[in-house]
């Protein structure tokens, strides 16, 4: 079972940038979708990013699209969310996750396509 660990959230002033990293260990990473999803307070966890396992493929939420920017690392077993021009509405818990299933090329946003999850960093903006 592959064990997948956030670090870089924190505190940020709106218009501000911070990095996520997630690096997994323990079971395949480079042959699987990995994906970004974030869960404010009393809201459903929702989907920010997602990277195929070549790179090649990458798909956004409206509510990131030209600020996030996902990639991986396959060398380094690591997938990274690049947050630019951070709003308050972006404050949450983000968790990177890896697919159900081997795919070189797929990219999904269905939460219940992603069954390894990380245990989350918050990432706070402040107005």
């Known amino acids: 079972q592959v064990q997948l660990v956030e670090s870089g959230g924190g505190l940020v002033q709106a218009g501000g940038s911070l990095r996520l990293s997630c690096a997994a260990s323990?079971?395949?990473?480079?042959?699987?979708?990995m994906g970004w999803f974030r869960q404010a307070p009393g809201k459903e966890r929702e989907f920010a990013a997602a990277?195929?396992?070549?790179?090649?493929?990458?798909l956004y939420a409206d509510s990131v699209k030209g600020r996030f920017t996902i990639s991986r690392d396959n060398a380094k077993n690591t997938v990274y969310l690049q947050m630019n021009s951070l709003k308050a509405e972006d404050t949450a818990v983000y968790y990177c996750?890896?697919?159900?299933?081997?795919?070189?090329?797929?990219?999904?946003?269905?939460?219940?396509?992603?069954?390894?999850w990380g245990q989350g960093t918050q990432v706070t903006v402040s107005s």
């Open positions: 990277i195929s396992a070549t790179g090649i493929m990458t």
């Open positions: 323990g079971g395949p990473f480079s042959s699987y979708t």
């Open positions: 996750a890896r697919a159900v299933r081997r795919s070189l090329f797929s990219v999904d946003r269905l939460v219940t396509s992603y069954d390894s």
